[in-house]
């Protein structure tokens, strides 16, 4: 059994008991018309249809059966049979042939045409049944000679509403296999497109972990021959040697970047989660940034909410997140001023810690704030930076179980909410949609 043809036996598992209730309820409901129409006959058709009602039950039995479970297509079968053979039997207690409750055989499979748009040879084999059925029953039962005019007429009417609705299942039927082949290509093909990604993603981490290594080293060594030639009193070698190791400091910080970034969208970003003191890593930063501050002239101050308390996450990556916003805020705030506010907040049932910071600079305009955080977008503020530190201070911001806002307008400033949760959630959790 390929899987077009399992999908088609789901298919007719979910609507078989809206096709057996259907045909049920049909049953009852056109009793008021025995009443109009034959009511010298109601009692028997009475009987009749709620014989057909059981005969429908019945059907309910191979539902839990292993067969009707493996071959729903017999209980298609059967549904049918079970509402039509009824129905022959009214036109044989009725008028025989010339009674119009065929009618009624036809409408039942009008309506299994529109339930089960399937397995159209299970269709012609049912209405086969029932025209087989319908006449041979007349031909024995009935109490009146068949009227053969009559006989062709009820055929012809029958036959081409079936062959319509058959036509219909087979062209529906053909153009969904062709799209579920063509799904399954699709599906095959992003397989092995989403393999070929993982791979080269996991070769680009290792040669980026190999680089960013070697630029350590590199780095180390400049500083190493940059302290040995201020002791040897060789200030010009001093002053390339300063270059050299700037220069690949920076390459190295791109490339943790990158790196960072690539084992975050592959789930392998590892979180060590321990306790800390959050104001003094708030402390930590606003030191490391005192040089970026005073070149720009820009005045930082920041104020700490009463019992802003410990915090457990992953102290490093709080940092970084800080760092990073922090950063843009002095870059944009020339000669300017940035306030920083950090308070403990409980909301929704959970404690969270919040970081506001506010600056007067460029600010940014609204296109500006919808693609900020968008990862591999070109700088085109101008002040420096891979392009990735933004994205990343959220992705990590969404890793812990936080986020990051941006507000402000063009020219009056921009302002920072960086919200992350006191108790972080388990790193291992899945928290990306």
Do not use: C
């Not at 929704?348 to 704030?369: S, V």
Request: zero cysteines; hydrophobic letters at 40%.
């Amino acid at each position: 059994m390929n899987n077009y043809e399992q999908w088609q036996n789901s298919f007719l598992l979910e609507r078989i008991p809206i096709g057996r209730w259907l045909a049920a309820a049909g049953m009852v409901a056109f009793m008021p018309l025995d009443s109009i129409v034959y009511p010298e006959h109601l009692n028997e058709l009475v009987s009749i249809r709620l014989l057909g009602v059981l005969l429908l039950a019945s059907t309910l039995l191979l539902d839990h059966t292993s067969i009707g479970k493996r071959h729903p297509y017999l209980i298609l079968l059967l549904i049918p049979w079970a509402a039509n053979f009824p129905i022959a039997h009214m036109t044989v207690v009725t008028e025989g042939i010339g009674s119009s409750y065929y009618m009624g055989m036809v409408l039942v499979h009008i309506g299994m045409v529109a339930i089960f748009p399937v397995r159209w040879r299970v269709h012609i084999f049912a209405q086969l049944g029932t025209i087989f059925y319908y006449f041979g029953v007349n031909h024995l039962l009935g109490t009146t000679e068949i009227n053969q005019v009559q006989a062709f007429e009820n055929l012809f009417f029958m036959f081409w509403f079936f062959f319509l609705g058959d036509v219909s299942i087979y062209l529906y039927e053909r153009l969904h296999r062709q799209q579920y082949a063509s799904q399954e290509v699709l599906e095959e093909a992003y397989t092995q497109l989403s393999e070929k990604d993982r791979l080269k993603s996991s070769f680009f981490i290792r040669q980026n972990e190999r680089i960013r290594d070697l630029l350590g080293t590199v780095v180390n060594r400049g500083y190493d021959l940059e302290t040995q030639s201020s002791k040897d009193n060789l200030p010009h070698y001093e002053k390339l040697l300063r270059s050299v190791t700037r220069s690949s400091s920076e390459l190295q910080k791109i490339l943790t970047d990158f790196l960072d970034l690539s084992l975050i969208e592959t789930g392998r970003l590892p979180l060590e989660f321990e306790n800390f003191n959050i104001k003094e890593s708030l402390q930590d930063v606003l030191d490391d940034l005192k040089s970026p501050a005073e070149f720009h002239k820009t005045q930082v101050k920041i104020n700490y909410a009463d019992k802003l308390g410990a915090m457990r996450s992953d102290p490093k990556r709080v940092s970084q997140i800080i760092h990073t916003i922090l950063l843009y805020a002095i870059r944009s705030t020339e000669k300017g001023k940035i306030a920083i506010e950090a308070k403990r907040e409980e909301r929704d049932g959970t404690d969270w810690i919040i970081i506001i910071i506010d600056d007067n600079g460029i600010g940014m305009a609204p296109e500006q704030r919808a693609r900020f955080f968008l990862p591999y977008m070109p700088d085109t503020s101008g002040l420096g930076g891979s392009g990735l530190q933004a994205a990343l201070a959220r992705l990590l911001s969404r890793l812990m179980g936080g986020d990051i806002e941006v507000g402000g307008k063009l020219g009056k400033g921009t302002t920072f909410f960086v919200r992350l949760p006191s108790e972080a959630p388990d790193p291992n959790a899945d928290v990306f949609e």
